[in-house]
């Protein structure tokens, strides 16, 4: 984040997430090392927390590898990810401000984001909603992770789901 907002060179401390880029589990946080200390002593998370197992650091290592080697994947990823927003948002859809590969469609309350993760489901399309208490009460949304394993079809699918729920419930 702060070198797509040009800053890293304020930033004391970064944390990141193995889950969705990497697409495995865990982790991490990075800085100078009172600050890491700190982090680690402080934590509830961590005090309990045991050690990943290896094929958990093999996979992160493998990832790291192919973003760095393969960069046509994160183009793709971008390309995918501008392509759904742009969709989304032309069926009257708020995609909020997010800046990022993590697209959340608004829906309101949360029965509104429960309703439309009904309807993409009975569409083949499996989306969680994020309501409250995650969210405020009127910020309920389903939160879209975009992949670049995904073909232009794959995405089409997902926007005529989203197009027939979000009519079906009066979001849009």
């Known amino acids: 984040i702060g ?3 040009g800053v ?10 193995f889950s969705k880029a990497f697409g495995v589990v865990g982790g991490l946080i990075a800085g100078e090392k009172h600050m890491v200390d700190y982090a680690f002593n402080k934590s509830r ?10 094929a958990t650091i093999a996979a992160c290592n493998a990832s790291i590898e192919v973003l760095e080697t393969e960069p046509e994947h994160v183009e793709k990823l971008w390309s995918n990810t ?39 489901l009975n569409h083949d399309v ?10 405020a ?9 975009m992949s ?6 794959d995405i089409d699918i997902a926007l005529s789901a989203f197009e ?5 419930t009066g979001i849009i």
């Not at 890293?8 to 997430?17: K, L, T």
């Not at 998370?45 to 290896?54: D, F, Q, R, V, W």
């Open 82 to 120: 501008e392509y759904f927003r742009k969709e989304v948002q032309s069926m009257g859809f708020d995609t909020g401000v997010s800046e990022t590969p993590i697209i959340p469609v608004m829906c309101g309350e949360s029965h509104s984001a429960r309703a439309l993760s009904t309807e993409l």
């Open 137 to 145: 009460p009127d910020k309920a949304r389903i939160r879209v992770m």
């Open 45 to 54: 998370t961590m005090l309990l927390s045991g050690s990943a197992p290896p």
């Open 8 to 17: 890293e060179d304020e930033v004391d401390m970064e944390s990141g997430s």
């Open 126 to 135: 499996f989306a969680l909603p994020i309501v409250f208490p995650m969210v």
């Open 3 to 5: 070198s797509h907002f």
């Open 148 to 153: 670049a394993g995904l073909e232009k079809d």
């Open 164 to 168: 027939k729920g979000g009519k079906s």
